[in-house]
């Protein structure tokens, strides 16, 4: 038997005995098992009404789950980019796929403790870690197209310092019309009508 599998069969044994609960009455491990079960059924419930699933695709629709991105959104599909780049074209890194779901896992459970938390900003900026990644990739795509490349590789000027009309200009959620609000498909497993 390898070390690797040694390793697995002691924590097998380990996680049985945790299971088991030795040392507990059997109303104690009643009640702890009872405790486990809704805690499992309140995750399996978040996880469904948070469409989770949805985020492990890279559809737009996906990343206007949550209602605050609806203007982003629409200003993403009107925009120059709205044809040819979907959203984790531009905001996650590409190097390889470890950093790739590392950063998309990270980056999701920051926006996901923020809007759930309410303390959504009325402004929407990038985060100091998006900024060098977004960076990167206008770089990576454009670097072909345009002379300013030095410049933006230099790090003197970001590239949406000039060129704003990916997502228009920033505005505060409570100043775009809803009349530009496009209705969203929901990404994801399909949701019954009056959900």
Not at 83 to 100: M, Y
């Amino acid at each position: 038997m390898t070390k690797y599998h040694a390793n697995i069969a002691l924590m097998w044994e380990y996680l049985k005995s945790v299971l088991a609960l030795d040392g507990l009455s059997r109303k104690s491990q009643t009640l702890v098992y009872m405790m486990l079960g809704v805690a499992i059924g309140m995750a399996a419930i978040v996880f469904r009404v948070a469409n989770a699933v949805s985020y492990v695709n890279e559809e737009p629709e996906t990343c206007a789950n949550c209602h605050v991105m609806t203007d982003v959104y629409a200003s993403w599909q009107r925009g120059s980019h709205g044809a040819v780049a979907v959203c984790t074209d531009c905001h996650l890194p590409h190097e390889n796929i470890i950093s790739k779901t590392a950063f998309k896992g990270m980056d999701g459970l920051r926006h996901s403790f923020v809007f759930t938390a309410g303390i959504d900003p009325q402004v929407m900026e990038l985060s100091r870690g998006a900024i060098p990644v977004i960076q990167k990739n206008c770089i990576r795509c454009h670097s072909s197209q345009f002379a300013m490349v030095k410049l933006a590789s230099s790090g003197e000027r970001r590239c949406w310092d000039c060129h704003d009309n990916i997502h228009n200009s920033v505005r505060s959620q409570a100043s775009s019309p809803s009349v530009l609000r496009p209705v969203i498909p929901r990404a994801g497993w399909p949701v019954p009508k009056g959900w």
